[in-house]
């Protein structure tokens, strides 16, 4: 799409919602950068990220704490985006995270509303952390004020229903008018094998009840919003 428009993709949104992965496209799209460049810095992160590492220390660790570290994710994160922060999306944005302090939804905006004088002040490197910080995968992010958040799949996997809630309860644009493009949140078959992997123990198990409930409440989201 890109090389037949000449530009980046993100200039042609009025309103982009990612969660988790989806959220750091988002952050990078509306900081001016292309879906090629996004693309390629996943090919260039996908061994240093997910380095992999069979050692049984390293096994026992996984029970308790994160499996990767997010160091490489932030150095590479901070190498793109560098100081900027949200408010200098030129796109409105909507990027999910959860609050581990209270439970509840902390949800990252750009200041397209005038309620909205939260978050543009936050760093994108920071936004994007905390969306992507995938339960059993990546530790907690911290923001500047200790608040500790997690990846906004737990709440959003499929962020339409997101996006569409924003469009019209917030922005009051006409119904009639919204056209959503949904990219990421398909439907693919999740297979757990339970009863084969019972030895793998509860690290492998935290994973794979993290997979099916985000996997189960984007189906869910998807139907919602009669895709």
């Known amino acids: 799409m890109e090389d037949s428009i000449g530009d980046s993709v993100g200039k042609y949104f009025d309103l982009i919602v990612g969660t988790s992965t989806g959220g750091i496209i988002a952050l990078g799209l509306g900081l001016g950068f292309t879906a090629q460049e996004i693309a390629a810095l996943y090919e260039e992160l996908g061994g240093k990220v997910f380095a992999g590492n069979r050692s049984v220390r390293r096994t026992l660790r996984q029970l308790l704490f994160a499996k990767y570290s997010d160091q490489p994710l932030k150095e590479a994160l901070e190498a793109k985006f560098g100081p900027k922060r949200l408010g200098e999306s030129a796109t409105r944005l909507v990027i999910p995270a959860l609050d581990l302090d209270t439970g509840g939804v902390h949800i990252f905006k750009t200041s397209h509303h005038w309620r909205f004088a939260r978050d543009y002040k936050e760093k994108a490197v920071d936004v994007a952390l905390a969306t992507s910080a995938g339960p059993t995968f990546f530790p ?88």
């Open 140 to 227: 907690t992010h911290r923001l500047l004020t200790g608040k500790p958040l997690v990846d906004g799949g737990l709440f959003a996997n499929n962020p339409v229903g997101l996006a569409v809630v924003e469009a019209i309860g917030v922005l009051e644009w006409p119904k009639e008018s919204i056209k959503v493009l949904s990219l990421g949140c398909t439907s693919t078959p999740l297979k757990v094998g339970w009863g084969r992997r019972l030895a793998l123990g509860f690290g492998y198990l935290g994973g794979k009840i993290v997979d099916v409930f985000m996997a189960t409440q984007s189906e869910g989201r998807t139907k919602a919003v009669g895709k």
